[in-house]
């Protein structure tokens, strides 16, 4: 089993910037696939970007060319790395993860079985 645990969530401005962490505690964190979602309320949780090993990530069509999904293995850490922020990016961000070298659908909800609680962004005009 994992634990994740998401950190980095704040308020910023339109067109600032924030990095997501997302710790990873309990069994070593390899052979993984993992990713970050969003969530609003009354909206569906939805996959921003994924990944897994070493494949190249999959993004979302709205955050293509603003967010970075990347990982330090050596500290068992996730990150997001997001830019030139919306305030249509404001939403409860979740790490999530999945003990796989594949999934079919990485920014599929179903794809993972491991969540960590969310951290919150809230982007203003």
């Known amino acids: 089993q994992w634990q994740l645990a998401e950190s980095g969530g704040a308020s910023v401005q339109a067109g600032g910037s924030l990095r997501l962490s997302c710790q990873v505690s309990g069994l070593p964190f390899t052979r993984w696939c993992a990713g970050w979602f969003r969530q609003v309320p009354g909206k569906k949780r939805e996959g921003v970007a994924a990944?897994?090993?070493?494949?190249?990530?999959a993004y979302a069509d709205s955050v293509k060319g603003r967010f970075t999904i990347s990982t330090d293995n050596s500290k068992n850490t996730l990150y997001l790395q997001m830019t030139s922020l919306k305030p249509e990016d404001t939403g409860m961000y979740y790490c999530a993860a999945v003990a796989a070298v594949r999934v079919k659908y990485p920014l599929a909800r179903s794809a993972y079985n491991h969540w960590g609680q969310g951290t919150q962004v809230t982007v203003s005009s």
């Open positions: 990944g897994c090993g070493d494949s190249d990530p």
